[in-house]
């Protein structure tokens, strides 16, 4: 790099030089950088009385070889490289920590099948309400609420097998053929298939049977195959008055089975006003 130094001029307009930047009488030419040790002077009214200031020219720019060859965008070094330079966001401790703000519930191994399936859906929609998609994270975040007995039986999965890689599907899978038998499913498959309202109210009626039909989702393959099955279900005296309308949505035939049996106590309970001669409230 060449350094070029401040050359001032004197009152009389001829160029002057400092003691330590020698001129023509130290064998130095203001004019030629090459004669004086690669130096050259320019002028700078800044610095007065024959001092010199020393201006830095740039650098020069830097040549790229012709037989320079880029890495290749797939290299895989440079990959690993990029995925380790990126903070993982959310730590797994942060990550542990929001989790554990929604207050999850536990597992201790209870027996009854409904309490085993109705924690693993809760999990289940704790873990897609955060978004958390990594089979690893959600499978450790699950089992950290497992207690007991269920605690137990994770910890002899793992000694039995590796379960670093374990995706959430096969957690699931593995969760529910020990804690929700096939045996159980099967029969809750066949009281769906057999379900009528009966005594139940319309309320309690469409409880049960979103509950069964979970489990028989291949016997209802549609909204409309839910509806008619839902529709055939119901007390006679209200699927007379709904078959007819010829509802295609399920909800449509459960607001309508619902308005009915309304409209159906409102009319048994004025008829008994009527007969016990108290007031009727419109």
Same mark, same amino acid.
């Given at each position: 790099?060449?350094?070029?130094?401040?050359?001032?001029?004197?009152?009389?307009?001829?160029?002057?030089?400092?003691?330590?930047?020698?001129?023509?009488?130290?064998?130095?030419?203001?004019?030629?950088?090459?004669?004086?040790?690669?130096?050259? %002077?320019?002028?700078?009214?800044? %610095?007065?009385?024959?001092?010199?200031?020393?201006?830095?020219?740039?650098?020069?720019?830097?040549?790229?070889?012709?037989?320079?060859?880029?890495?290749?965008?797939? *290299?895989?070094?440079?990959?690993?490289?990029?995925?380790?330079?990126?903070?993982?966001?959310?730590?797994?401790?942060?990550? !542990?920590?929001? !989790?554990? &703000?929604?207050?999850?519930?536990?597992?201790?191994?209870?027996?009854?099948?409904?309490?085993?399936?109705?924690?693993?859906?809760?999990?289940?929609?704790?873990?897609?309400?955060?978004?958390?998609?990594?089979?690893?994270?959600?499978?450790?975040?699950?089992?950290?609420?497992?207690?007991?007995?269920?605690?137990?039986?994770?910890?002899?999965?793992?000694? =039995?097998? *590796?379960?670093?890689?374990? =995706?959430?599907?096969?957690?699931?899978?593995? !969760?529910? @053929? &020990?804690?929700?038998?096939?045996?159980?499913?099967?029969?809750?498959?066949?009281?769906?298939?057999?379900?009528?309202?009966?005594?139940?109210?319309?309320?309690?009626?469409?409880?049960?049977?979103? @509950?069964?039909?979970?489990?028989?989702?291949?016997?209802?393959?549609?909204? $409309?195959?839910?509806?008619?099955? !839902?529709?055939?279900?119901?007390?006679?005296?209200? $699927?007379?008055?709904? +078959?007819?309308?010829?509802?295609?949505? %399920?909800?449509? +035939?459960?607001?309508?089975?619902?308005?009915?049996?309304? @409209?159906?106590?409102?009319? &048994?309970?004025?008829?008994?006003? &009527?007969?016990?001669?108290?007031?009727?409230?419109?």
């Amino acid at each position: 790099m060449v350094e070029t130094r401040a050359r001032t001029t004197t009152r009389d307009g001829s160029p002057g030089f400092g003691v330590n930047n020698p001129g023509p009488a130290h064998g130095g030419d203001p004019t030629n950088p090459d004669a004086n040790n690669g130096q050259a %002077y320019v002028d700078n009214p800044a %610095y007065p009385n024959d001092n010199r200031a020393p201006v830095h020219a740039p650098p020069p720019p830097m040549v790229v070889p012709n037989d320079f060859v880029a890495p290749p965008a797939d *290299n895989p070094l440079l990959r690993e490289i990029a995925r380790m330079l990126v903070p993982r966001q959310p730590t797994r401790t942060h990550l !542990f920590s929001e !989790f554990r &703000k929604q207050r999850p519930p536990v597992f201790q191994g209870d027996p009854n099948p409904k309490v085993a399936e109705s924690w693993l859906r809760q999990i289940k929609k704790m873990l897609d309400v955060m978004r958390i998609q990594g089979d690893a994270d959600r499978v450790d975040l699950a089992t950290y609420q497992l207690e007991g007995e269920a605690d137990n039986w994770w910890n002899m999965i793992k000694d =039995t097998r *590796n379960t670093t890689n374990m =995706t959430w599907a096969q957690f699931e899978e593995l !969760f529910l @053929e &020990k804690h929700f038998p096939a045996t159980v499913k099967e029969d809750m498959i066949q009281e769906f298939l057999s379900l009528r309202q009966g005594g139940m109210t319309v309320t309690q009626y469409v409880a049960r049977f979103e @509950e069964l039909a979970r489990h028989a989702s291949r016997f209802v393959g549609d909204d $409309r195959d839910k509806a008619r099955k !839902f529709e055939w279900g119901l007390d006679f005296s209200l $699927r007379d008055k709904i +078959v007819p309308l010829r509802l295609t949505s %399920y909800q449509g +035939v459960v607001d309508a089975a619902l308005g009915t049996e309304r @409209e159906r106590n409102d009319t &048994k309970r004025v008829l008994n006003q &009527k007969k016990t001669g108290a007031p009727t409230v419109g």
